[in-house]
């Protein structure tokens, strides 16, 4: 038992020090905090703040934002903090409007105070996608940014928004990747990697798709 635990401890430690994804069990529709430590280990030395759009209740965030305080960056929250919008053609009729409204961006700010995130450390950006992108001062840049809307618009402009700020060898980490079918996230991550040239994929698992941005998006 003893000698089990210790293997699989090192195997973990190991597959995080070559660069590949931590050995971890991980629950559709959520991220692991292990992977975000992974991806925010790939990008210590690319310059840019972490950001993530569509945060809910900050089971990620809480982890981004201590993983870009430990690098000495701030991390970007982007979210209605009302829920989704209503669902396009291209969603199939899914996830009705309202679906993960907290309350407000303050019941976001709360949250995080209660998960130990110092306010410092994270801006918040509220509003619907692409409304939300608008103030961001035009020279911010990011190295690693985290896209978990779920409907096909908003993740469409979430990517148009948010990857050509990626710095070289950035990661863009998009969830909700079901390559068996075209609708909602899956079909606007598609068109994504269709038309761009500059982000390589390094690993998928879980239904997330991990990209690293190699060139011109
Ligand atoms: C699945 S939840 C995100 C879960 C979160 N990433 C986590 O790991 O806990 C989807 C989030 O995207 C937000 N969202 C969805 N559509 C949006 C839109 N059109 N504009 C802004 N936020 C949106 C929702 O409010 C919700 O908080």
């Known amino acids: 038992m003893l000698l089990r635990f210790v293997k699989r401890e090192a195997r973990r430690w190991w597959s995080g020090r070559a660069g ?5 069990e991980r629950r559709t529709g959520a991220w692991h905090h292990e992977d975000l430590a992974w991806m925010a280990r790939l990008v210590r030395h690319v310059p840019g703040d972490f950001a993530e759009i ?3 209740r ?7 934002a201590a993983l870009a305080h430990e690098q000495g960056r701030t991390t970007h929250a982007f979210d209605s903090f009302r829920g989704m919008a209503a669902p396009q053609a291209e969603d199939g009729g899914q996830y009705a409007a309202g679906k993960f409204d907290i309350g407000g961006a303050d019941a976001f700010v709360r949250l995080m105070g209660e998960a130990g995130v110092a306010r410092e450390w994270y801006r918040v950006w509220a509003g619907y996608i692409p409304d939300c992108f608008k103030d961001v001062p035009p020279d911010t840049r990011f190295s690693l940014v985290v896209v978990d809307v779920d409907h096909y618009r908003p993740t469409a402009d979430s990517l148009a928004w948010a990857a050509p700020r990626i710095a070289p060898g950035g990661v863009l980490a998009l969830d909700d990747f079901v390559p068996a079918h075209d609708l909602l ?3 606007a991550i598609r068109e994504f990697l269709d038309r761009q040239r500059g982000f390589e994929r390094i690993a998928e698992f879980n239904q997330q798709l991990i990209l690293r941005r190699t060139g011109k998006a």
Do not use: C
């Open 20 to 24: 590949a994804p931590p050995e971890v």
């Open 58 to 64: 900050g089971a990620a965030f809480r982890k981004l």
């Open 185 to 187: 996230a899956t079909r």
């Open 54 to 56: 569509g945060v809910f």
